[in-house]
């Protein structure tokens, strides 16, 4: 077998996007207390000053091989402890879907925070993970990368190159995530505009999730379907993920095969409220993607909204 070398570069960015819900202000790497009066800590993280830390690049890599791992450092170099929480590639360039035979599996100081496809960890994706708390002003951080090529990958591969950003969200410890306050919390919008769709709230019980579908079109309509994705620290949206799908005129729930099953699911029809056993999820999950979908009537257009963290708040 001829030996097929490519190559995979990396450019990493940390981000820090505002994640907290309500209306509290929490600070982030923005640097916002800059304009006050008072003297503030910050938040910042990367390599040395500013909000960048150096590429991955990992070279010759081959079918059928041992994995390769490229590896780098990041650090906190603000003056507030911090936590991690999501993970996100973008300005993806991939010279002949090299994509396709790669899996990545990421991780953070050993511990892992993304497994599957580099295409699939785009924003609109999730991307969300269990959160690494107590990140202390100064400590540094690994981020390496294990990427496999598939046994199968032939000689159109050879000498390809892909090349993504990567970008790390961090916050100040005490900010909440969605899932980590009290009551109903708006927490997705689906496309369609502001008279299409629907909007999506949701809250946790010390055993249980309730999300709640609010349609734009017709309040209190009887929509014919409404779905939730489900899945934990992974892109692979055709393996890892759950379906839950609730036909609401016949008042029936299909849930795909996976951690949860049709026991764990209770329904309340009328106000339209999904509640999910959240002791069926594994104990180690801390966080989930979640995506929600669906349509209005049999006949109506179907409406989605990307995926976004819920935090298991337990």
């Not at 925070?113 to 924003?123: E, H, I, R, W």
């Not at 966080?287 to 990307?306: E, H, L």
């Amino acid at each position: 077998m001829n030996k097929k070398l490519v190559a995979l570069v990396l450019v990493t960015v940390i981000a820090f996007a505002a994640a907290g819900v309500g209306t509290m202000a929490w600070f982030t790497s923005q640097a916002t207390s800059e304009a006050n009066s008072f003297q503030a800590g910050t938040l910042s993280i990367g390599t040395g000053t500013g909000n960048q830390f150096a590429s991955i690049v990992v070279n010759d890599m081959a079918p059928g091989l041992p994995v390769h791992q490229g590896t780098t450092t990041l650090q906190n170099n603000g003056s507030l402890p911090l936590k991690l929480y999501r993970i996100n590639a973008s300005n993806i360039i991939d010279e002949g879907g090299l994509d396709a035979v790669l899996d990545v599996e990421a991780f953070i100081d050993g511990i892992s925070v993304y497994t599957g496809k580099l295409s699939l960890l785009v924003q609109e994706n999730g991307g969300f993970f269990n959160p690494i708390m107590n990140i202390a002003a100064g400590k540094e951080m690994n981020l390496e990368l294990v990427v496999t090529m598939n046994e199968s990958a032939g000689n159109i591969y050879q000498n390809k190159q892909l090349k993504c950003d990567f970008t790390i969200l961090a916050a100040q410890e005490e900010m909440p995530l969605p899932g980590q306050t009290d009551g109903w919390t708006n927490i997705a919008n689906s496309d369609g505009g502001s008279n299409r769709g629907f909007s999506v709230d949701g809250r946790n019980s010390n055993n249980s999730i309730e999300y709640r579908f609010n349609w734009r079109e017709n309040p209190g309509v009887l929509f014919e379907q409404a779905d939730i994705y489900v899945k934990h620290q992974t892109g692979d949206v055709d393996s890892h993920v759950q379906l839950i799908r609730l036909l609401i005129l016949t008042q029936k729930v299909e849930v795909e095969e996976g951690v949860l099953d049709a026991n764990d699911i209770s329904v309340n029809w009328l106000n339209k409220v999904i509640t999910i056993n959240k002791n069926a999820l594994p104990e180690e999950w801390k966080i989930i993607d979640v995506k929600f979908g669906g349509k209005p009537s049999a006949i109506g257009n179907y409406y989605a909204t990307d995926y976004v963290g819920w935090h298991l708040n337990r």
